[in-house]
T-cell receptor
């Protein structure tokens, strides 16, 4: 199994709730990512952190707020979500995103349902 | 920006047959092409990748070919087994893009015993 873990695995929340997703990587990597996976759509990159600094924010709505306290941990804080935000949220890590041979390793994902 | 097209969206084969999944990309500067396998309830797992300086790479029953001129790459699985059933994703990126892998929409492969 991978060295990237995510909790919780499943989450159901109302539109007015506040919740957080957690990701931890045990691979000694320097970069971490959040992706959104919706049915019949390509994986969508949301955020990239390299050495704890955010280097990419793909026009993600402000109701999604990432936090990266160190290179091993990544959070995604959620508030006032919409039903269309229901999806599988995947975390990934890699050694060096600036290198052409860099490989990303994914966690199992959090299945989020917004009621 | 980069755009990756993947075909077919679903593929059903008999156990022991071969399966081929094809992807095309638009950005000629892309130089890294990984393939991921995603089983039910799991995240995508890297199964093989290829860099732009090679045309083919093989790992047991899995092979990937790359045609840079035509900007397409393919995944070949030989002697398929039921445990090969999963969704397969191709992706493309260019070096220095800060991890911006562009994924195809996926191919659901079913291997019938």
């Amino acid at each position: 199994e991978t060295g990237v873990t995510q909790t919780p695995r499943h989450l159901v929340m109302g539109m007015t709730n506040k919740k957080s997703l957690k990701c931890e990587q045990h691979l000694g990597h320097n970069a971490m990512y959040w992706y959104k996976q919706s049915a019949k759509k390509p994986l969508e990159l949301m955020f990239v952190y390299n050495f704890k600094e955010q280097t990419e924010n793909n026009s993600v709505p402000s109701r999604f707020s990432p936090e990266c306290p160190n290179s091993s941990h990544l959070f995604l804080h959620l508030h006032t979500l919409q039903p269309e935000d229901s999806a599988l949220y995947l975390c990934a890590s890699s050694q060096d995103p600036g290198r052409s041979t860099d490989t990303q390793y994914f966690g199992p994902g959090t299945r989020l349902t917004v009621l | 920006g980069e755009n990756v097209e993947q075909h077919p969206s679903t593929l059903s084969v008999q156990e022991g047959d071969s399966a081929v999944i094809k992807c095309t990309y638009s950005d000629s500067a892309s130089n890294y092409f990984p393939w991921y396998k995603q089983e039910l309830g799991k995240g995508p797992q890297l199964i093989i990748d290829i860099r732009s300086n090679v045309g083919e790479k093989k790992d047991q029953r899995i092979a990937v070919t790359l045609n840079k001129t035509a900007k397409h790459f393919s995944l070949h699985i030989t002697e398929t087994q039921p445990e090969d059933s999963a969704v397969y994703f191709c992706a493309a990126s260019r070096g220095g893009s800060q991890g911006n892998l562009i994924f195809g929409k996926g191919t659901k492969l079913s291997v019938k015993p």
